[in-house]
């Protein structure tokens, strides 16, 4: 049985009005500020709350089936209380006040983590914090100032897709010279195949082995963001490449070459 919960202008998840072995509830978009009455939703699967104005998340102890939470466009500013969802597939917390990175260890079977969009300024505690089989990460617009910061991330060994574009790290700025960033994170994360919307082309593959082995990419550490620009810059220089593939071209061609 599933069933799908829509409450206009409320403040608060009402279990009451939701059938306890509802396997879905969707409350997107309302007013609401608490979300403590799913706690007696025991079986519920999905769970969609996003844009509204949640500022803790709760109620989630016993939701021991839930496997995919929405809470995007919020006013949540920790990750922790999830940690108890064991379940969670897919994770959605972008759009929201975080500023730090929160444990999230327990959920061994995430493979979707969506935290764009946050505050977020250090991925120190990623390899503590962090499932190491997650297969989607985004981390676009947050406020990442340091380009070793993705060295952190390196453990994640099913990573396939990242997003790190509109951080600090990445952005063209007057007194630095410009570089290509994709190779670097690439050395760190050489599982990826999508970085921030595009496909990685074979060319940056084995630009990133070359950092990776004979490079000194690899060498600098969180505090060295210049030293490492000034380095990138001399060896993945920005140039007039054609432009980059996205996911759905990749598909697209991979389909016409085979009908050839």
Not at 160 to 168: A, C, D, H, V, Y
């Amino acid at each position: 049985m599933a069933a799908e919960k829509e409450e206009a202008a409320d403040m608060t998840v009402k279990p009451a009005q939701s059938s306890p072995v509802a396997l879905k509830l969707s409350v997107a978009s309302n007013r609401l500020v608490r979300m403590i009455g799913v706690a007696k939703l025991v079986n519920l699967r999905v769970l969609n709350l996003p844009n509204n104005s949640i500022g803790n998340v709760e109620g989630l102890k016993d939701l021991v089936h839930l496997e995919w939470l929405n809470l995007a466009g919020n006013n949540i500013k920790i990750m922790e209380p999830v940690n108890s969802c064991l379940a969670l597939r897919h994770l959605d917390l972008s759009d929201n006040n975080i500023s730090l990175m929160g444990d999230l260890s327990k959920l061994l079977f995430l493979q979707i983590l969506l935290l764009h969009g946050n505050t977020i300024t250090t991925l120190r505690s990623a390899s503590s914090h962090l499932p190491p089989d997650l297969n989607i990460l985004s981390l676009a617009e947050n406020e990442i100032r340091d380009l070793n910061e993705v060295s952190y991330v390196g453990f994640l060994r099913e990573l396939e897709q990242l997003s790190i574009m509109n951080n600090p790290c990445v952005m063209a700025t007057p007194s630095l010279p410009g570089f290509d960033y994709r190779p670097y994170i690439v050395s760190w994360c050489l599982t990826l195949r999508i970085l921030d919307g595009y496909v990685i082309s074979q060319k940056e593959s084995l630009k990133a082995e070359w950092l990776y082995s004979q490079g000194k990419g690899r060498s600098f550490r969180p505090g060295q963001h210049v030293q490492l620009v000034q380095y990138l810059a001399s060896v993945c220089p920005l140039t007039s490449t054609p432009a980059l593939q996205s996911a759905e071209d990749a598909k697209l061609e991979k389909i016409l070459n085979k009908q050839r």
